[in-house]
T-cell receptor
């Protein structure tokens, strides 16, 4: 069964450093998302992406965040200058159809900012 | 902040019993609802969904009920098994015109199944 994959599984970085989280969505999916989950809290939407542009972003997704689809398979989330409060699990998701359709989640990347 | 240290609602059941997990949503414009299961250290896993033009949908061992009047969603799991132990999240979305809309998640319920 096809699945969303994410690398690395765990990333430790120092405050102020740049990190890039990588995702490979399901191959025939066209809609991509990033969510995050701070430990013990609910999953929060960050950004959605379709046709090489951002469709919607939350207030969390400020100028320090960016997304990119550099080739036909990868979807990345970059945080330019990490802060302690960026520590969380970051989940990538993809869906075949936009709007009302199942989003498939990856296993997540645990980002720890020290 | 107000969200620090959120205490998850918990439900503890015996193996073989039926489980009912409840969720209240806030956006009356939401027209698509999903239940996800999240096991420790893993990403959310789709269980079942329902659109706002329905009030009940059944899957394998699971049933979702939607009450739009009171903005309430429930997940029923029949014959609960130890493998069902996880955190269950409801999520809502609204969509039209083919745009990809974000999922807004509830805070989750921890289900523990005792053998």
């Amino acid at each position: 069964e096809p699945e969303v994959t994410q690398t690395p599984s765990h990333q430790v970085t120092q405050m102020g450093q740049e990190v890039i989280l990588r995702c490979v969505p399901i191959s025939n999916h066209l809609y991509f998302y990033w969510y995050r989950q701070i430990l013990g809290q609910k999953v929060e939407f960050l950004v959605s992406f379709y046709n090489n542009e951002i469709s919607e972003k939350s207030e969390i997704f400020d100028d320090q965040f960016s997304v990119e689809r550099p080739d036909g398979s990868n979807f990345t989330l970059k945080i330019r200058s990490t802060k302690l409060e960026d520590s969380a699990m970051y989940f990538c998701a993809s869906s075949e159809a936009g709007g009302l359709g199942e989003q498939y989640f990856g296993p997540g990347t645990r980002l720890t900012v020290t | 902040g107000e969200n620090v240290g959120l205490h998850l609602p918990t439900l503890s059941v015996q193996e073989g019993d039926n489980s009912i997990i409840n969720c209240a949503y806030s956006n009356s414009a939401s027209d698509y609802f999903i239940w996800y299961k999240q096991e420790s250290g893993k990403g959310p896993q789709f269980i079942i969904d329902i659109r706002s033009n329905m009030d009940k949908r059944q899957g394998q061992r699971v049933t979702v009920l939607l009450n739009k009047t009171v903005k309430h969603l429930s997940l029923q799991i029949a014959a609960t098994q130890p493998g069902d132990s996880a955190v269950y999240f409801c999520a809502e979305s609204r969509g039209s015109g083919g745009s990809n809309y974000k999922l807004t998640f509830g805070k989750g319920t921890l289900l523990t199944v005792n053998p």
